[in-house]
């Protein structure tokens, strides 16, 4: 899992207030940790313009364009999670899940992100999460 989703990469207690702002808090954890160039956290907000990334149960999952794909220099995934939910087009959004896949590791990673975010018990366990440690331990299968 340490290859695609870091310590350093995972924030409890995001301080975004809106989509737009949830969005790049995600992308530059993806920059931080060096997956993506900045450019590519502006492909994030130019795919939720033309789809929403929200998939139900308090989460949304944005990530950039096709066309983007070629700026992706290895694969990884952030994690936000929001004390108050983010309003995503008026669904509410408690966790955001930054993904950048290169080739085909994205289909790998959504699957692995359906499986946790359909358990009610890891979605509990998200919840209660007090490091990143904890959220490693329910993420922990997600990999590319």
């Known amino acids: 899992m340490s290859d695609v989703l870091s310590r350093e990469s ?9 989509r737009d702002a949830a969005i790049t808090e995600a992308g530059n954890l993806l ?5 993506v160039p ?3 956290v502006e492909a994030m907000h130019e795919r ?3 789809v929403s990334t929200f998939m139900g149960n308090g989460l949304a999952i944005p990530h950039g364009t096709n ?5 992706i220099q290895q694969t ?20 955001v899940v930054g993904i950048a ?16 975010f ?11 999460a007090q490091s990143p440690d904890d959220v490693l331990a329910v993420l922990g299968d997600v990999s590319a």
């Open 76 to 95: 990884a995934i952030s994690f936000v999670r929001y004390d108050e939910p983010i309003d995503w087009k008026g669904s509410p959004a408690k966790y």
């Open 38 to 40: 900045e450019a590519y």
């Open 67 to 71: 066309e983007a794909k070629s700026l």
């Open 118 to 128: 359909t358990d009610d018990a890891k979605i509990a366990a998200l919840d209660a």
């Open 48 to 50: 939720e313009t033309s």
């Open 10 to 18: 995972i924030v409890l207690g995001g301080q975004a207030r809106d």
């Open 31 to 35: 920059v931080a940790s060096g997956a």
């Open 101 to 116: 896949g290169a080739g085909d590791d994205h289909l790998v990673v959504l699957q692995a992100l359906a499986g946790a």
